[in-house]
């Protein structure tokens, strides 16, 4: 397991996270067993925006005694007084849910207390004349949240809560798909999806990525915007490789998928390698670097994909991304200018060019 930091709150937390859109879906031995074995191979976040109230009991029984070793997100917002999910902003409401959903986890706190799914401006002042957002505030105060976060597919309305309020985590819909303008939470055009991960980088705020594979489409030729399946390896690499992003939270329903996702962890990079994408790339991104590193080697040694991550950081204000440009071995000034990125990159960049112009920007 690899584990990333999150610089607001110094939790680490595993790059692979636990989602549990489908836990519902299986008997409750399976479901325990599954977050057991996820728990084992180094798992230690997990989201509880699930489908059905039973999911948290699971949970209590897995993880119950090792409860300060793991780390949840628990939304406000999520009702499961029905024993179903349903989304509300009734404070009354969220605070009895959140009372059962606690004691169903046989815990009396939460790692991070989320303004749950957020998707248009109106939701938001919705959120906070209802008293959701002072009652999630005020169980902070009680000590019962450690942290607030945020879950929202739309950059604009995300852009405008963070500009609000301080959020430590947003949960946020990250695929290729709907990075390329394709499916239904492909919110946001190209640059104003990419404004959101370079902010969260630049503030410290840490990602947790939902709807990894869209909805399981990106995973189905048959299904997939791009008429070729991923895999679900290449989808979490390419989640990973945003700014921004700490963990990725696929649904785990089976002992099995929990087996095959830890895999990523033992796999090549060339199995990880997303760069076919490159032939999918809309208008607006073609020639941009996505940091993939299928340009790899550079004969001068150069990290390419870590030299244009930070970058474009730094061009967006992110003085973190310049002490850590400059503690590179080797700069974008050691580039030989031989050309081979530039006839290896499936994303049309002028990486020669791009070498050129990020030495001037740290000369
Ligand atoms: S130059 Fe192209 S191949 Fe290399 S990291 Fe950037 S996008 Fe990937
Ligand atoms: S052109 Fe520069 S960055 Fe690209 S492979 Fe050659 S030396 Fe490396």
Known sequence: MEYRINRRTGDRISVLGFGTSYIANAQEKEAVATIQRAYEGGVNYYDLATAQAKTFSYFGKALGSVRDRVLYQIHFGANYLTGTYGWTTDAQTIRRSIDWQLKALKTDYMDYGFIHCLDEFSDWQEYKQSGAYALLLNMKEQGIVRHIGLSSHTPATIQRVLDDVPVDMLMFSVNPGYDYQKGEYAKGSVDERSAVYRRCEAEG???????????????????????????????????????????????????????????????????????????????????????????KPCPAGIEIGLVNKYYDLARNADAMAVEH???????????????????RCPFRVDQMARMREIARYFC
Do not use: W
């Open 205 to 295: 705020i840490g990602i947790s990525v939902m709807k990894p594979f869209a909805g399981g489409q990106l995973l189905d030729a048959s299904l997939s915007p791009f008429g070729q399946a991923l895999t679900q390896y290449q989808c979490m690499q390419y989640a990973l490789d945003r700014p921004g992003v700490l963990t990725v939270l696929p649904g785990m329903s089976s002992v099995a998928q929990a087996e095959y996702l830890l895999k990523f962890f033992e796999i090549s990079d060339a199995e990880k390698d997303y760069s076919l994408l490159g032939a999918f790339s809309p208008a607006d991104a073609v020639g941009h670097c996505v940091y993939c590193n299928h340009c």
């Open 325 to 343: 440009y400059r503690a590179l071995t080797l700069h974008a000034e050691d580039c030989i200018q031989c050309g081979h990125c530039n006839q």
